[in-house]
């Protein structure tokens, strides 16, 4: 119920005046049945103009630490990650990934529409990075189509880091859904998961226009900033 309030009601309407969506190609996602929306990560704001946008409820997953903050900010993250459907995955552990992998397809099993970031953080830079084979996973152990999703300018939106959003419009782009049937019963092989991932990198790459970068973006956040190497001398 909060969801469809949020959406109709308390949120979802002053957002639409506000940042006036601009989007192409919506009919892409089915009315019904199971789909996977597979998106670029560009700002914290992806996960709120994805569910506003879509007719359907769209369920991602993230981190149980969002629903366990203390005091008022504690209290206000959890009731906005519940409003917009957002189920919590304890991420701690090898089994995280599954962990989340099986709620998803909970939902996809259920008829639902399953949000997911393929390359499993927000980009660093804008580009688009290296996908995350779960995204093949969850394609292939439930069958449902994967619709690109690819968000336009929502690092310059709301860049990492900043709180209060720019005014301008969003520009989000649906691609037509991906179809990997062919693929069928082949879940858990490496190689094909691996192909899955990078078609739909591919075609997220051509709808966002945004560089692409083969390494993961977790691996660049994660490593240590360069410093200046000492000038080596200079023989006379």
């Known amino acids: 119920m909060l969801y469809w309030l949020l959406k ?6 002053l957002l639409r005046l506000i940042f006036r969506p601009r989007v192409e190609g919506l009919h892409h996602v089915p009315a019904t049945g199971p789909v996977i929306l597979a998106s670029n990560h560009l700002s914290f ?3 709120i103009f994805t569910p506003l946008i879509v007719p359907r409820k769209v369920t991602f997953v993230a981190k149980a630490e969002y629903f366990t903050g203390k005091g008022v900010k504690g209290w206000l993250t959890k009731m906005f990650f519940t ?9 701690s552990g090898g089994r995280a990934a599954r962990a989340a992998l099986d709620t998803q397809l909970t939902v996809l099993r259920s008829g639902g529409v399953a949000g997911i970031y393929p390359e499993g953080t927000r980009s660093p830079d804008g ?3 290296r996908g995350k084979t ?6 292939l152990e439930s069958g449902a189509p994967v619709v690109p999703v690819a968000m336009l300018n929502l690092d310059e939106i709301q860049p990492p880091g900043q709180l209060i959003p720019n005014l301008a419009r969003v520009r989000i782009r649906f691609g037509p859904p991906l179809d990997f049937s062919r693929y069928a019963g082949l879940a858990g092989d490496r190689f094909v998961e691996r192909a899955v991932t990078d078609e739909i990198m591919y075609e997220l790459m051509e709808l966002s226009g945004r560089e692409y970068v083969d390494v993961y973006a977790q691996q660049l956040k994660t490593q240590p900033t360069p410093t200046t190497a000492p000038a080596t001398p200079v023989a006379a």
Do not use: C, M, Q
């Open 45 to 47: 704001s992806d996960s």
């Open 127 to 129: 580009r688009l990075y």
């Open 134 to 139: 779960g995204v093949a996973r969850l394609a």
């Open 8 to 13: 109709y009601v308390l949120l979802g309407p």
């Open 83 to 91: 409003g917009t459907g957002t189920i919590p995955v304890d991420r």
